[in-house]
Nanobody
């Protein structure tokens, strides 16, 4: 599976942005596709995932109500509203078959395919 993320940029606090992730190859080899982010000086963290088939979604608490993950064929989107400086990070899309969805770390460990990131910078 090849993943290509795009859509990052510099925005102001309160603005919106939409990230896109184009997937190609053996997408059927994964159950879910999602977004993760890594802020400067911090570890990579889970943001949101969506299943390829049923459209089920799951979000980290800090973005619930502000971010929306969606899918259209082999492209996955992350609509980000009400952005704040704490959302500044490199955003990565990834796909995989997590063995467990019990916690964010388990989900991240289950991602087998990663794309290059796209930088989102939110100024105050």
């Amino acid at each position: 599976v090849q993943l290509q993320a795009s859509g990052g940029g510099l925005v102001q606090a309160g603005d919106s942005l939409r990230l896109s992730c184009a997937a190609s190859g053996r997408t059927f080899s994964s159950d879910v596709v999602g977004w993760f982010r890594q802020a400067p000086g911090k570890e990579r963290e889970f943001v949101a995932i969506i299943s390829w088939t049923g459209g089920s979604t799951y979000y980290v608490n800090s973005v619930k109500g502000r971010f929306t993950i969606s899918r259209d064929k082999n492209t996955v989107y992350l609509r980000m509203n009400s952005l704040n400086p704490e959302d500044t990070a490199v955003y990565y899309c990834a796909a995989g078959k997590p063995v467990s969805y019990s916690d964010y770390e388990s989900i991240m460990r289950g991602m087998d395919y990663w794309g290059k990131g796209t930088l989102v910078t939110v100024s105050s």
